[in-house]
């Protein structure tokens, strides 16, 4: 099944990670948005650099850390309901639980990307886009 890209458009500051060969897409919000989610992570098949354009499949699947620290897992509805009516390929469900289950281990733990205070990723943001 193939669906045209879809272009999204983020109405606040943001940075994004996207690791090598893991399964998620994290966006970390700029302290100064206000919004309700100081991380967003997507679970993903892994993402995959085509020149400049980003591919992979978002497996519905969200880990959501507020600005409390409260971690959530949130849309697990939508993967078993997903994953059942799309008939993902098994290894697709089980790569899927695998990263939910390696995010959540990261976030606990502070490791990768998720050990930073948030603010730290926007002024180092800053600073390197000073020095273009």
Known sequence: MERPAKTP?????????????????????DPEAQLGAAVYVDITTPPAWRGSKLDMVDLDFDVVRGWD??????DEDEFATNSKNLD??????????QSLVDVLEMIQR???????DIADKFRLLDELSRHR
């Open 110 to 116: 502070g490791e990768g990307p998720f050990g930073d």
């Open 88 to 97: 993902y390929p098994p290894d697709v469900v089980a790569g899927a639980r």
């Open 9 to 29: 458009t983020i109405p606040y500051a943001c940075v994004f990670h996207v690791p090598e060969s893991r399964g998620y897409l994290a966006r970390f919000a």
């Open 69 to 74: 620290g409260q971690v959530q897992v949130v």
